[in-house]
């Protein structure tokens, strides 16, 4: 499954994913966080549609997405980087 990381401490709350997340994955948490503010919960992951969206969207940077053959990759040594040497390569 894709892995969606938010870094709690690093929001501040704005709400732009909860908003704009295509798919709804994310609902404001019912804590707070180190500023005071809501940070998203993924509450439906499984939906992801691995757009990044989320990850463009947010201006703190609090949130990635690692996609399923990402995931893969790492296990077997080789991970984003050799992705994006094939990425570059293929232009
Ligand atoms: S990658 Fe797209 S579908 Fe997945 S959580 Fe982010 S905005 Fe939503
Ligand atoms: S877009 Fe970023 S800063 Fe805004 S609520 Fe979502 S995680 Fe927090």
């Known amino acids: 499954m ?3 990381h938010v ?3 690093l929001c501040k709350g704005c709400g732009l994913c909860v908003l704009f997340c295509p798919q709804k994955v994310f ?7 180190k500023k005071g503010v809501f940070p998203p919960k993924v509450v439906r992951g499984d939906q992801c549609v ?3 969206l989320c990850e463009l969207i947010c201006p703190d940077f609090a949130i990635s997405v690692t996609k399923d053959e990402e995931l893969e ?9 050799q992705e994006r040497v094939r990425a570059q390569s293929a232009v």
């Open 27 to 33: 609902e404001p948490s019912e804590e707070l966080n």
């Open 73 to 81: 990759e790492d296990t077997h040594g080789h991970g984003k980087s």
């Open 50 to 52: 691995e757009c990044r």
């Open 2 to 4: 894709t892995d969606i």
């Open 7 to 9: 870094d709690e401490d």
